[in-house]
């Protein structure tokens, strides 16, 4: 009885500490969302619940469907998108808002429900700890692994092999979306990020820029509504495409460098 008590007091007192830590920083929820109308509020709320002192800014993407209604009745800022821009183009956006605004993190979390909100603080945690400029969220760090499909993991684990060696570090989660980054890295996102599947190209710039990541294991679910747009066929185009666009990466002049 007296251990659960001394429990209870000790994760209270940890949960003042963070949040205590966290207010110091003027942190931004990016939510990329496309017809996501039967998720977002739920990813909404769980991020209220998980990051009191954050804000909330959901994008949405040209959505045909409630998602902006819904987003806005749950308490989160929108931006709506006339067109679909995909994945880079919203997150190109909440990054230049996020700089505008003057914010010092920005976390990048799905609305499909994939990504847990109560693990940002654990991105925001060890990105203000490490003095890293990036913390990326991975399925796949632990031994025991995330189940997806195969074509999808055949194509994570080539980007990882190619990536690893590209920026000199160990990835094995380069297409997570669950990540966070400081203010520095979201001037560079908000001058340039790149389109369609931004995600392991995005780490190729940050590498040749002189910016810093690091990893972190990170619980994910399957989505939780609407329909993924990887298919099998377009798993291999999807391959074809992200390691075409990193070698041309490569070649091209580098958009920023840190200052």
Known sequence: MQDTKLKKEYLKESKDFFDATFSRYKILVIIPAYNEADTVGRVIEKTKQSLPFADILVVNDGSTDSTSVISRQRGAMVLDLFYNLGIGGAMQTGYKFAYRMGYDIAVQCDADGQHHPAQIKKLVETLTNDGVDMVLGSRYLRKKRFRSFVFRRLGILMFSKVLSLIV?????????????????LIKSFSKFYPGDYPEPEALVLLHREGFTMKE???????RKGGNSSITWWRSIYYMVKVLLAIFIDLCNKVPYKKS
């Open 168 to 184: 000199g570090q160990r990835l094995t989660d380069t297409t997570s979306g669950f990540r966070a980054v400081n203010r520095e």
């Open 216 to 222: 972190i294991s990170v619980n994910m679910s399957s």
